[in-house]
Structure formats: structure tokens, C-alpha cells
């Protein structure tokens, strides 16, 4: 089981210094992945913990992507229907053509109302919109010539397409990363509620004669009991997990190296 990290994008310790020297200390402790998560207009009454402050997903990758070498990159998740299909397809494909293919792209359809308010976009459509954005994206990496609103036009630099992995509960968000995707992406506190819907979602894959998909999944480990940390990662590779990404949290260097330390044992589990 692959183990991928967080880091910060939200808040005071969203700082050019503490995230480039926590991404760095991810990468040179070994880890496989690095995951940024996604908002852009927090309003005032749910700024608790970060104070309104999150930089943009995107852009941050891409920093991200200049000062390491190795570590691949993550999307935890990008939200869809916040960005217009043709400029995400641009950003995520000059990202993974920088960083030398380095991307992995969770996708989301939102949940904050907010958000959606702020952008004019009508919450209820959010996943008809993802839907369009996740079928774009794919015609997009799969041809150097795409159509779009009744134009054809050239989609360069097209690497390859980096890893999609689909966010959000069953049974729908299952069946978009079958239709769209390249693996399914749940939040989890308890390996056991997430049995019944992997093998849900391998036998949909195999029904629909797709490859077995891969499952990455977004945990919160107690990473103050070692203990504990290393049979809960027992359990979610049981439970047929194939990255965790767990949420570390800190206020400062020593504090994320701490539990880059913790993390660094499970990836023996």
C-alpha cells in the first residue's frame, strides 16, 4: 500500500517557506505523494482553522512541482464544476508536462453551498458539470486535436494523461470513476464501512471490462499513538486500499516532520 501525505494550502501555515520545506521533507523522508486540498471562497462564518486563507490548487501544484523531483503530486480533490472545463485541462496538462508526469488528479463535485453561491454556479448542477468537465478532460489527453462549443482546435502539450481518481460516496461517485476515471477516491475514518463499496466498485470495473481500478483513500490516523496509526493502516489495506493519504497536521516544520515519522513506519503495513 502506497502512503501519501498532505500538506497545507490553508491558513498561517500556508507560507511559501513552511510549505516548500514541508514538501521537500516529504520527499526526502520517501513518501510517494503529496496531496493539496481545494477551496477558493470560504465564507467569513466557517473560517475557523484557516482563516479564509487557501491558495489556489492549481497554481500551487505547479510551485510544488518546480522545488521537488520525485514525489508525485495530488489533487485531494479538485473541485469540477468550480473552473471551466477548457482552462483546467490546460493547467492540469502544463502541470504534468512540467513536473515530468508527476500528477495525480482527484476530482471532486463539491459540497460547500457557499462556493457555489460565490461563483454563480447552481449547486444542484454540480454533477452534470463534473460529468462534462471529466468527458472533456478524457478527449482532451486523448487526442492533439479536440472539438469544444462547435470548435475544433489543438490541445498541446498533451503528456500523458495523469491518473483520474474520482472523489465522493457510493453509489454515485462510483459509478463516474467507472465511466470517467481511473480509480475511485473516498474520505474514510473507519476502514470497515469502505469493504462492501471496493468491491462494489472492482465489480463494476470488471463488469464494464475496464481494468481494476485503484483505491486511494483519504484518512485521519491517530498519529500521536503509533500503535494505533499502524492497525488502523493494517485494516484499510485489508479492507483493499491501495493508497492512503493521510491528513497530517502541524504548525510548523518539526510539527510535520514528527508525524512524517509516524508515517514513515506504516509504509512497511
Same mark, same amino acid.
Request: glycine share 10%; proline share 6%.
Given at each position: 500500500?502506497?502512503?501519501?501525505?498532505?500538506?497545507?494550502?490553508?491558513?498561517?501555515?500556508?507560507?511559501?517557506?513552511?510549505?516548500?520545506?514541508?514538501?521537500?521533507?516529504?520527499?526526502?523522508?520517501?513518501?510517494?505523494?503529496?496531496?493539496?486540498?481545494?477551496?477558493?471562497?470560504?465564507?467569513?462564518?466557517?473560517?475557523?482553522?484557516?482563516?479564509?486563507?487557501?491558495?489556489?490548487?492549481?497554481?500551487?501544484?505547479?510551485?510544488?512541482?518546480?522545488?521537488?523531483?520525485?514525489?508525485?503530486?495530488?489533487?485531494?480533490?479538485?473541485?469540477?464544476?468550480?473552473?471551466?472545463?477548457?482552462?483546467?485541462?490546460?493547467?492540469?496538462?502544463?502541470?504534468?508536462?512540467?513536473?515530468?508526469?508527476?500528477?495525480?488528479?482527484?476530482?471532486?463535485?463539491?459540497?460547500?453551498?457557499?462556493?457555489?453561491?460565490?461563483?454563480?454556479?447552481?449547486?444542484?448542477?454540480?454533477?452534470?458539470?463534473?460529468?462534462?468537465?471529466?468527458?472533456?478532460?478524457?478527449?482532451?489527453?486523448?487526442?492533439?486535436?479536440?472539438?469544444?462549443?462547435?470548435?475544433?482546435?489543438?490541445?498541446?502539450?498533451?503528456?500523458?494523461?495523469?491518473?483520474?481518481?474520482?472523489?465522493?460516496?457510493?453509489?454515485?461517485?462510483?459509478?463516474?470513476?467507472?465511466?470517467?476515471?481511473?480509480?475511485?477516491?473516498?474520505?474514510?475514518?473507519?476502514?470497515?464501512?469502505?469493504?462492501?463499496?471496493?468491491?462494489?466498485?472492482?465489480?463494476?470495473?470488471?463488469?464494464?471490462?475496464?481494468?481494476?481500478?485503484?483505491? @486511494?483513500?483519504?484518512?485521519?490516523?491517530?498519529?500521536?499513538?503509533?500503535?494505533?496509526?499502524?492497525?488502523?493502516? @493494517?485494516?484499510?489495506?485489508?479492507?483493499?486500499?491501495?493508497?492512503?493519504?493521510?491528513?497530517?497536521?502541524?504548525?510548523?516544520?518539526?510539527?510535520?516532520?514528527?508525524?512524517?515519522?509516524?508515517?514513515?513506519?506504516?509504509?512497511?503495513?
Amino acid at each position: 500500500m502506497e502512503i501519501g501525505v498532505t500538506v497545507r494550502v490553508m491558513g498561517p501555515q500556508a507560507t511559501r517557506t513552511l510549505l516548500g520545506d514541508c514538501a521537500r521533507a516529504a520527499e526526502d523522508a520517501g513518501f510517494e505523494s503529496l496531496w493539496l486540498a481545494d477551496h477558493i471562497a470560504i465564507p467569513p462564518d466557517d473560517a475557523e482553522g484557516s482563516g479564509g486563507r487557501y491558495l489556489d490548487i492549481l497554481a500551487t501544484l505547479a510551485w510544488l512541482a518546480g522545488i521537488t523531483s520525485r514525489i508525485r503530486l495530488g489533487t485531494g480533490v479538485l473541485v469540477l464544476p468550480y473552473r471551466a472545463a477548457l482552462p483546467t485541462a490546460k493547467q492540469v496538462a502544463t502541470v504534468q508536462e512540467l513536473s515530468g508526469g508527476r500528477v495525480l488528479l482527484g476530482v471532486g463535485i463539491g459540497w460547500m453551498e457557499p462556493e457555489f453561491r460565490a461563483l454563480g454556479v447552481d449547486l444542484r448542477a454540480r454533477g452534470r458539470i463534473s460529468d462534462a468537465t471529466l468527458d472533456f478532460l478524457n478527449r482532451a489527453f486523448a487526442a492533439d486535436e479536440v472539438e469544444l462549443n462547435g470548435q475544433r482546435f489543438l490541445f498541446r502539450p498533451r503528456p500523458e494523461r495523469p491518473p483520474v481518481l474520482v472523489g465522493g460516496r457510493a453509489p454515485h461517485a462510483l459509478v463516474r470513476a467507472v465511466k470517467y476515471g481511473d480509480g475511485w477516491f473516498p474520505m474514510s475514518r473507519n476502514p470497515a464501512n469502505l469493504v462492501a463499496p471496493i468491491a462494489e466498485y472492482h465489480a463494476m470495473t470488471a463488469a464494464a471490462g475496464k481494468p481494476r481500478g485503484n483505491v @486511494t483513500a483519504s484518512v485521519h490516523l491517530p498519529l500521536q499513538d503509533r500503535a494505533a496509526s499502524r492497525d488502523l493502516a @493494517t485494516q484499510y489495506r485489508a479492507a483493499g486500499v491501495d493508497r492512503m493519504v493521510a491528513a497530517v497536521r502541524y504548525d510548523d516544520l518539526a510539527g510535520y516532520r514528527a508525524q512524517l515519522d509516524v508515517l514513515r513506519d506504516l509504509r512497511t503495513v
